[in-house]
C-alpha cells in the first residue's frame, strides 16, 4: 500500500487516478511491445506506409522490446507510485525525446506523416498525467 508522504500534497483520489494511469501504460505497452515484436509489418499495413527493409524491421523489432520493457516499470508505477517515482521521469524524457526526434525524421523526409499517429498514442496522450505526477513526486519536492 503506497503511503503519501505529507509533502507531496497528492490526495488518494489522485493517487488512484495515477495507478490506474501506470497500470493502462503498462498493459498498452505490452500489447504494443509484443505487437511489433511478432507482427511488426502490421502497424505499416494499417498506416499504409511502405514497409522498411530487413535491417528497419529488425530495428522496428527493438523498439517494440524497448516499449515492452518499460511495460514493467509502469507496471511498478502502478502498485506503488510513490516509491518508484524516479521511474516516470525516466518515462516522461523517452515520452519527450521520442517526438522530438520522430519530428527530427520527418523533417528531414525519412518518416511519413502518417507515422506520427505512434506518437500519439505512444507518448503525447500519456504526457499530462505523467507531466504532472513528475512535477508534484520530483520536482516540486525537491524544491
Partial sequence: MT???TDLRISTRELKVYKV????????NTVWGVTVILFPL?????GNIAPPDALGILLWQCIGMFVLVY????????IDPVRYAPFALVALLGKILGPVGWVYGWWLG???GASGLTIITNDLIWWPVYG????KTIF???R
Avoid at 494511469?21 to 498498452?28: D, I, Q, R
Avoid at 502490421?42 to 494499417?46: D, H, R
Avoid at 504532472?132 to 512535477?135: D, N, R, S
Fill in 3 to 5: 503511503t503519501i508522504p
Fill in 21 to 28: 494511469t501506470f497500470a493502462l501504460s503498462a498493459v498498452y
Fill in 42 to 46: 502490421l502497424p505499416f499495413k494499417l
Fill in 71 to 78: 511495460a514493467v516499470g509502469y507496471a511498478y508505477l502502478a
Fill in 110 to 112: 525519412h518518416l511519413p
Fill in 132 to 135: 504532472l505526477f513528475v512535477w
Fill in 140 to 142: 516540486r519536492r525537491a
